[in-house]
């Protein structure tokens, strides 16, 4: 897909709304659209559209892009986020927005631990932290399963091990693991359990 073709989708789209209370986000995942939102692309829709398209999710797992969005548009009032809570303090302290993230399902007080003290020097720990668990999450399984499974573990509800296809659930011993190594982590849900 060329910058020209998505241009003009993203264009048709704002037109048919045709609202000046439209705000719109871009998702930068290229790792699963396999189609890159570009730096150059994004100048362009700014430049037509600079009260419309607001900011960007950046999954990329890649910081120097992260860092390239931040340099290049958050001065305009464009808001970058992070797709990970492993980007937090560099994207706060380089002016970015935050980060949005599927591991906030579960450790949203540790993430906005960062989010609060990116400026002191405690944020550095909080930031330490996020990473430990964020690696936990993702080195088990399938994230979203193992998402629910820690759900369903801190509420004592079983319902939530439930997932649709194409995820499969975890398996008891997977469970059981990655709660242990939360748990030795000092990880807690705070409200849900004991």
Not at 22 to 47: A, C, D, K
Not at 67 to 72: E, G, S, T, V, Y
Not at 103 to 120: D, E, K, L, R
Request: glycine share 8%; hydrophobic share 45%.
């Amino acid at each position: 897909m060329s910058d020209d073709g998505l241009f003009r989708s993203f264009s048709e789209i704002v037109q048919r709304v045709g609202d000046d209370r439209l705000r719109v986000y871009l998702y930068h995942i290229p790792p699963v659209s396999q189609v890159p939102i570009t730096l150059g692309l994004i100048e362009r829709l700014l430049r037509t559209y600079p009260k419309t398209i607001a900011g960007v999710k950046d999954s990329s797992g890649d910081w120097k892009n992260t860092k390239a969005l931040i340099d290049n548009f958050a001065s305009q009032g464009f808001d970058v986020f992070a797709g990970s809570e492993v980007f937090l303090l560099r994207t706060l302290r380089a002016g970015g927005a935050g980060c949005i993230t599927a591991g906030a399902n579960v450790n949203p007080h540790g993430i906005n631990q960062v989010y609060q003290a990116w400026p002191s020097a405690a944020a550095e720990l909080w930031q330490a932290f996020a990473d430990r668990i964020r690696t936990i999450l993702q080195v088990q399984t399938s994230m979203i399963p193992a998402l629910k499974a820690i759900i369903a573990h801190f509420t004592a509800d079983p319902a939530w091990t439930t997932v649709r296809p194409p995820f499969v659930e975890v398996t008891v011993e997977q469970s059981t693991k990655v709660v242990r190594e939360l748990t030795a982590a000092g990880f807690d849900m705070p409200g849900l359990s004991g």
